[in-house]
């Protein structure tokens, strides 16, 4: 096991790149690549770095220069030997195979493409734009440099005892939620924290941690690099991003409404089982599955990532007894917000009445709060997101009307075309 505060002290970090591998991303991202890759290969896009905390001017805590070498040192990678075998190779949700062979000579070769970065009033503006299966590509890797340069920023003037002592008090932060989530039975629980880590060691250190601490409760990691290494499963279904661009390359009103569908059509052609997996709130949940064709109720479940997650949860249960579905042989992912408290909530509220699992992420893998100078290292919401396909804006409603992205006038026309009528705003934490 890895001395982090070590590690941290003796280099300040230098040693270690804060992305290794083109693996280091989240399962989905390669999982939609592939997807992307076969439907819609050469659609330009472009992605942006958003800062949805602004109180948090990270162009005046970290440093561009460094900033600029860690981009570069991520548009230098490639697939090892290794890694390849395990893609071409291994079983993901119980299917060898999983990428095609064509999809893999490319990924072999791919070298992401390049960045624009510019500061402006506190913050950086960092947007990546090209074909679509490239660009994607840069999502996971850009939010990982950004967010652990600012938690190097923050520990770069402590000490050797201040620093072992920081990770001494979120190592045992962390192993008491462990011992908390033990005690619930039939818990079901994934890493999906790589997107807001506080670093790589660190999000290594928490896997192993559930792994030792909640046993077969821990049923495996979003991040490649880490479920290859500590030989766990690597989960993850698709994300917003497929509908968004989807929408975006709709030429009128009509063509926007089934946008969505289309989508989960091209996927329904890849993926069974637990792959097929309903993201329903890019615009709207209500609306999504009152105009849902028959065939997605057959689905396997439905992931809850904005919003009231019981009040989608409970919508989830009513459309599937309104489609003659048995909500109890359905499963609901809960990845929104997630800590102890909550997961433990949800769990007591819905199991038995439909399969439970949680995808935990910043609270698991970033939750440094109380535990720096003035709260240096408490987490924020940062966000790489598609803005643009083939010229024309992205949109995203969410249930959560403080997550909405996307021109005004544009925001408006989604609204209408999908059905959706006041929100609820909740506050975005991470």
């Not at 490649?224 to 975006?248: D, F, K, Q, W």
């Not at 910043?362 to 939750?367: A, E, V, Y």
């Amino acid at each position: 096991m890895v001395d982090i505060a070590t590690r941290v002290y003796n280099h300040k970090w230098k040693i270690d790149p804060i992305v290794r591998s083109l693996i280091d991303t989240d399962f989905y991202k390669l999982l939609m690549c592939q997807s992307i890759f076969r439907n819609r290969p050469e659609t330009t896009v472009t992605f942006s770095l958003i800062n949805r905390t602004s109180h948090v001017r990270l162009a005046d805590l970290i440093d561009e220069g460094e900033l600029r070498e860690q981009l570069d040192h991520i548009r230098s990678l490639r697939l090892s030997r290794g890694e390849s075998t395990w893609l071409r190779g291994n079983t993901f949700y119980g299917k060898r195979q999983m990428f095609r062979p064509d999809f893999m000579e490319w990924f072999e070769g791919l070298r992401l493409p390049p960045y624009h970065l510019e500061k402006r009033d506190g913050q950086y503006e960092l947007t990546f734009e090209g074909k679509w299966p490239e660009v994607m590509l840069w999502e996971i890797p850009a939010l990982s440099a950004l967010m652990e340069l600012r938690s190097r920023a923050v520990l770069k003037d402590m000490g050797r005892f201040e620093l072992q002592v920081l990770y001494a008090r979120a190592m045992t932060k962390l192993w008491e939620k462990v011992e908390r989530l033990r005690q619930i039975d039939g818990l079901k629980l994934a890493d999906f924290g790589t997107r807001r880590r506080h670093s790589f060691l660190w999000q290594d250190w928490a896997v192993q941690a559930m792994l030792e601490g909640l046993e077969g409760k821990f049923i495996g990691t979003s991040n490649c690099l880490i479920a290859m290494r500590r030989e766990v499963e690597a989960i993850g279904t698709n994300a917003h991003e497929l509908p968004m661009v989807y929408s975006a390359l709709a030429h009128d009103d009509a063509e926007l409404a089934q946008a969505p569908y289309q989508v989960l059509a091209d996927w329904h052609e890849e993926h069974d089982g637990n792959l097929r997996i309903i993201l329903p709130d890019t615009y709207g949940t209500e609306g999504f599955l009152a105009r849902a064709p028959d065939w997605l109720a057959s689905w396997t479940g439905i992931r809850i990532d904005s919003g009231d997650p019981a009040t989608g949860a409970e919508t989830a249960i009513r459309w599937w007894k309104a489609r003659g579905e048995d909500p109890t042989k359905k499963l609901v992912i809960f990845s929104d917000g997630l800590d102890v408290d909550k997961i433990a909530e949800l769990h007591a509220q819905f199991a038995g009445r439909v399969k439970v699992s949680f995808g935990w992420g910043t609270m698991l893998t970033n939750d440094f709060r109380g535990l720096a100078p003035a709260d240096g290292l408490a987490p924020f919401s940062l966000v790489c997101k598609a803005i643009s396909a083939d010229g024309r804006p992205t949109v995203k409603l969410s249930d959560n009307p403080n997550k909405a992205m996307g021109p005004v006038e544009e925001i408006a026309r989604y609204k209408r075309v999908f059905g959706v009528g006041q929100q609820a705003a909740m506050d975005v934490v991470v």
